[in-house]
């Protein structure tokens, strides 16, 4: 049976012969082109939710849900070279706001309960509370833990809280004052080390984020994230307590017994450059600076020592000592004479003693401190060679001794030198130092010819114990030969023992020395009348030199103005003390007497106690004598010379005190000589002829007589009889 096969039918698809129309064709364009600007506008709305304000809007949220507190990282102590702690942390505590997670309703009571307990405005106070911009507001820092107690008693809601805070705390009070500095409120350094080295002392702080609920609680079990503060650098000083103690004692009798301005010290470890001890009396205390008076506390706290120049005079004439013998400018064996001036260019240049030293090799030289010798020593030398020896003794240039404030001294370059400025440069004249430069030049003279450079930290320590910073003590250069180095402090033993520098024999020690008596200069660069510094340096043991300490004395308003009167004594107590301190024995055997009181008597009365000790006296003046120095009890060296002073019990008249003199030996002198000596000494002078000749053979008074000053003395003249 045939099947019928079903014929299959074929589709036909056909392409459309006509295009679209261009109004359809333009809105599919349109169409495309605005959803490719929405996605752009889109992605670009998105770069900056996620990528610019990502950060804000992470941080608004983490602070919608978290609470920051900032963990304070513990400063750094400051410590001196046998570990005493000078400057620590006390703990108190902070009053901290936290103004978003402040109820509004609650502003005006912690405004008026907070300002009533803390002392502040309710304005400021108010105005904080509402401060929603800041997450964390401290309110008040340092206060007690009374204080603390009573913030947390008032229960003024979450969006007031206590924490725990630090106090700078200085446990040696006005101890190197000036060394060390002072903090704000907020412990950052504001003076001092403190200052200078705030980034190494201050640490970085910490965080501590808790969560809260949406009403600002703190979350029971919620999660703590805690950054630990890194705590600042410990600092340990080259200081001492026990020789700053020295130091400040001595610089405090210095003012009082000589009624004087200011008095500044510094004692070196010659060996190293290590600054044991550094004070600028009058001075204020570490825990109380007096904030209310600025003018007053940038005056207590500038250290002058490393802050102010002066022309040093006579002390500076250990460098020119040094220079030059090392230079072959001088020997032990040079001569010089002395008439009581120096004649430089045509200009009489004077000695401090205008009746001259007459005929002197160099060791007496240095002993009578002879301006004329150091002048001839200058010049011998010259500008290039001269100046070559100052640069290498560390003037005109920073020491770099760490210490804020430190100036460079002035030494006008030597292309604007005359012969006559070279020759005042050699006895301490036109050219001007700080204290810490002649200190660390006058170690080179005597070490052995090194300088070391001074500094004021020994080391920085982490709070592991690990050394982080240590002072480097090996010289910088060496200045002058040990040869030289040797001679000089032999000669300068010589000025203690028998010349200027005597009241500054130890007894038992050797001791090497130079007194000063610089003029001061008012604003106009003039010579300021009557006011001066006084100073000694001196350094010991002399045969194996260890310590040297300066002292310079500001405006002293007594009579007997000189370096030797003035400093000496106060060099020699701190040198004794530090040398028994550091258990140095003595190099011999001496006779010594104990200092007798003689506080309350007379002059009269008081010279013949000493005499009969074997002790000599010096007086300021003749009244009843109020203190002395050395003081009684004391052991000294028998011959010694004991100041005696009057009126310093704190009450001065306002009527210029009466001064007293002693009469010296004036037969053999010619008359000018004895005008000049008798003008020195405020004595005038009375002959029996207007125009005096010859020689002086008698006198109205003899010598050793004590005379009050404006004492007309009569003195006769004549001729030598040289008829056999």
Known sequence: MATKRKKRRRLKFTTPTTKPSRPLKARLTRTLYAYGLLLLLLTGFLFVIQVIMGPKLQRSALSQWTRTTIVPAARGEILDRTGKVLATNGNVYKVILWPKQMAESDRERAAAELSRLLGLSYETVLKRCASTQYQEIVLKRQVDAATRDAVNALKLGSGVGTATDSKRYYPMGSLLSQVIGFTNVDNDGQAGLELSYNKYLSGTDGKQIAETDSSGNLLAYGVVDYIEPIDGLDMVLSCSSVIESYLENALSQAIAVNNAKSAQGIIMDCTTGAILAMASKPDYDLNSPPRNDLELLAELSRNRIVTDVYEPGSTFKILTLASAIDSGAADLDSAYYCGGSYLVNGEKIHCWRHAGHGSQNLTEAAENSCNCAFMRMALLMGKEKFYDYLYAFGLGQSTESGLPGEVRGIVTHEKYITDNDLARIGFGQSIAVTPLQLCSAV??????????????????????????????????????????????????????????????????????????????????????????????????????????????????????????????????????????????????????????????????????????????????????????????????????????????????????????????????????????????????????????????????????????????????????????
Do not use: W
């Open 443 to 724: 170690c080179a003279a005597v070490n052995g010819g090194e300088l070391h450079q001074p500094y004021v930290i020994e080391r920085m320590v982490d709070k592991e114990g690990n050394t982080v910073y240590e002072a480097n003590t090996a010289a910088l250069r060496r200045v002058i030969s040990a040869e030289t180095s040797a001679k000089v402090r032999a000669i300068l033993q010589s000025v203690v023992d028998n010349g200027t520098g005597r009241n500054c024999r130890i007894a038992g020690y050797n001791v090497g020395g130079k007194t000063g008596t610089a003029q001061k200069y008012d604003e106009y660069g003039r010579v300021d009348s009557g006011k001066y510094i006084c100073s000694f340096i001196g350094f010991a043991p002399a045969e194996n030199p260890r310590y040297v300490c300066l002292i310079l004395v500001d405006e002293p308003q007594v009579d007997q103005i000189f370096g030797s009167t003035v400093a000496a004594p106060f060099v020699r107590q701190v040198l004794e003390d530090v040398l028994h301190y550091s258990g140095i024995l003595p190099s011999y055997e001496a006779e010594t007497v104990t200092v007798p009181d003689v506080t309350g008597l007379t002059a009269d009365e008081a010279e013949a106690k000493l005499n009969e000790a074997g002790l000599s006296a010096v007086f300021q003046s003749r009244d009843e004598i109020t203190a002395q120095v050395p003081a009684a009890g004391e052991t000294v060296p028998k011959g010694y010379e004991v100041l005696l002073y009057t009126g310093i019990d704190g009450e001065y008249d306002d009527e210029e005190p009466k001064r007293y003199v002693k009469v010296p030996d004036l037969t053999g002198k010619t008359p000018l000589q004895v005008y000049d000596i008798l003008t020195k000494l405020g004595i005038e002078l009375v002959t029996d002829t207007d125009d005096p000749a010859g020689f002086a053979y008698m006198q109205g008074v003899s010598e050793g007589t004590v005379v009050e000053v404006g004492y007309k003395l009569a003195v006769y003249f004549r001729f030598e009889n040289n008829e056999d």
